[in-house]
């Protein structure tokens, strides 16, 4: 069965980092694309980014391109995150999804508030 | 960035009727490789997005055939028949044709 679990949410103060990881399981992590969705409360879904399999190919929303970096450790079947300079407009659940975006993780809330 | 535009639904959706939701993109989703690259999805409440359909029409693996795709170029259709109650929730289409990648804004459906 393909498990996609999201961690390392909660809430951060404005100008902060943080970094969310994503535990895969269930099937050939290296073998796929992996990408990273978000949606703010009350909101549709923002697309930031993906990467493939060797992270050689590394794709962002333009928008995000400077204050987001994903990269993977396919060793340890795990996505990540990485969230610099976080603003309250950066306040969403952040959903990891398989490059086909056939399976979903539950999503991990992040809080940008002082 | 191609913008996808979504249709409204006139809620709600009687039970057992057919429900169709429109998507628009500012430019053709046609691959050189003869692909239509738009997903469909389903967001019931709480959960996490479920693909429905993907290359336009291709259903996913486990989505009921009740949910049809369909389209081309700038326009594409998702129908819903014999709606039920499982059903309700937001829709959104995203194109996959180029980065990056973007989602219509949603559609709501509720069911009466």
């Known amino acids: 069965e393909v498990k996609l679990v999201e961690s390392g949410g909660g809430l951060v103060q404005p100008g902060r980092s943080l970094k969310l990881s994503c535990a895969a399981s269930g099937f050939s992590f290296n073998d796929y694309w992996m990408g990273w969705v978000r949606q703010a409360p009350g909101k549709g879904l923002e697309w930031i980014g993906e990467?493939?399999?060797?992270?050689?190919?590394?794709n962002y929303t333009p928008s995000l391109k400077d204050k987001f970096t994903i990269s993977r450790d396919n060793a340890q079947n795990t996505l990540y995150l990485q969230m610099s300079k976080l603003g309250s407009e950066d306040t969403a659940i952040y959903y990891c999804?398989?490059?086909?975006?056939?399976?979903w993780g539950q999503g991990v809330m992040v809080t940008v508030s002082s | 960035d191609i913008v996808m535009t979504q249709g409204a639904l006139p809620n709600p959706v009687p039970s057992g009727e057919s429900a169709s939701i429109t998507c628009r993109s500012s430019?053709?989703?046609?691959?050189?490789?003869?692909?239509?690259?738009l997903n469909w999805f389903l967001q019931r409440p709480g959960q996490s997005p479920q693909l429905l359909t993907y290359w336009t029409s291709t259903r996913a693996s486990g989505v009921s055939e009740r949910f049809s795709g369909s389209g081309s170029g700038t326009y594409f259709t998702l129908k819903i028949s014999r709606v039920r109650a499982e059903d309700a929730g937001v829709y959104y289409c995203q194109q996959v044709r180029e980065y990056p990648r973007t989602f219509g804004g949603g559609t709501k459906l509720e069911l009466k």
């Open positions: 430019k053709s989703l046609v691959y050189k490789d003869g692909k239509t690259y």
């Open positions: 999804a398989l490059g086909g975006f056939d399976y």
């Open positions: 990467i493939n399999q060797d992270s050689s190919t590394i």
